[in-house]
């Protein structure tokens, strides 16, 4: 049997009731046919899993749909390229939402690349391209999101791409050196901009 993490995500309602999510609960959600309840579990999952407990991490690798964490991981793209009758308000709600959901899928890939057996896996070696495409994506914007999911697709690409010498290929494929690099100096440039230094001045 798999051990769990122990009150990782207890909670107290208002009527002083105790509850608290499980690794058992979160499974059983995402083999609902139900995108809303598996994206509860993906939720949950974000406070459940604790580093290091790799046991948890693959019974959950075993569980999650990768067609379904792809078509998060792809939610905003057609926000970004679809031009409808939507008022510029609702359409910039739903890019939100899409990018939180993308957000989510992220730091649940980036936990199951920490795992070499599971980073050298097929199903994320398809997710290369969808990796790089976010990278892409998040290069220029510098608010929070961006500089949080730009950090997950680094950690998901290099930890993808050192799995086999077909990893790498496929990044290379894809486009993804030149895209590394530019997030890199990205990365270490938000990171030189949020420094003590720079803020006392």
């Not at 991981?73 to 899409?98: I, M």
């Not at 990018?99 to 899928?105: D, G, K, Y």
């Given at each position: 049997d798999t051990d769990l993490p122990q009150g990782s995500n207890s909670q107290t309602s208002k009527d002083g009731v105790k509850t608290e999510a499980?690794?058992?609960?979160c499974l059983a959600?995402?083999?609902?046919?139900?995108?809303?309840k598996?994206?509860?579990?993906?939720?949950?999952?974000?406070?459940?899993?604790?580093?290091?407990?790799?046991?948890?991490?693959?019974?959950?690798?075993?569980?999650?749909?990768?067609?379904?964490l792809n078509r998060l991981l792809k939610a905003p793209n057609r926000f970004h390229k679809q031009n409808s009758g939507e008022a510029a308000e609702e359409r910039r709600g739903k890019l939100a939402q899409a990018l939180a959901a993308q957000a989510v899928a992220l730091a649940l890939c980036a936990v199951f690349v920490r795992v070499p057996e599971l980073a050298a896996q097929n199903s994320m070696l398809e997710k290369v391209p969808l990796f790089v495409g976010v990278l892409r994506a998040t290069l220029e914007p510098d608010d929070t999101a961006a500089a949080?999911?730009?950090?997950d697709a680094l950690e998901c690409l290099?930890?993808?791409?050192?799995?086999?010498?077909?990893?790498?290929?496929?990044?290379?494929e894809s486009g993804a050196v030149q895209v590394v690099s530019a997030g890199l100096v990205a990365e270490l440039d938000a990171r030189a901009g949020s420094s003590p230094e720079k803020s006392g001045q």
């Amino acid at each position: 049997d798999t051990d769990l993490p122990q009150g990782s995500n207890s909670q107290t309602s208002k009527d002083g009731v105790k509850t608290e999510a499980t690794l058992e609960d979160c499974l059983a959600l995402l083999r609902s046919p139900s995108d809303e309840k598996r994206f509860v579990a993906l939720l949950l999952l974000s406070k459940l899993l604790r580093a290091g407990d790799i046991e948890s991490v693959k019974a959950v690798f075993e569980v999650v749909e990768g067609s379904f964490l792809n078509r998060l991981l792809k939610a905003p793209n057609r926000f970004h390229k679809q031009n409808s009758g939507e008022a510029a308000e609702e359409r910039r709600g739903k890019l939100a939402q899409a990018l939180a959901a993308q957000a989510v899928a992220l730091a649940l890939c980036a936990v199951f690349v920490r795992v070499p057996e599971l980073a050298a896996q097929n199903s994320m070696l398809e997710k290369v391209p969808l990796f790089v495409g976010v990278l892409r994506a998040t290069l220029e914007p510098d608010d929070t999101a961006a500089a949080a999911a730009r950090t997950d697709a680094l950690e998901c690409l290099l930890g993808v791409a050192g799995g086999s010498p077909e990893a790498q290929a496929v990044a290379v494929e894809s486009g993804a050196v030149q895209v590394v690099s530019a997030g890199l100096v990205a990365e270490l440039d938000a990171r030189a901009g949020s420094s003590p230094e720079k803020s006392g001045q």
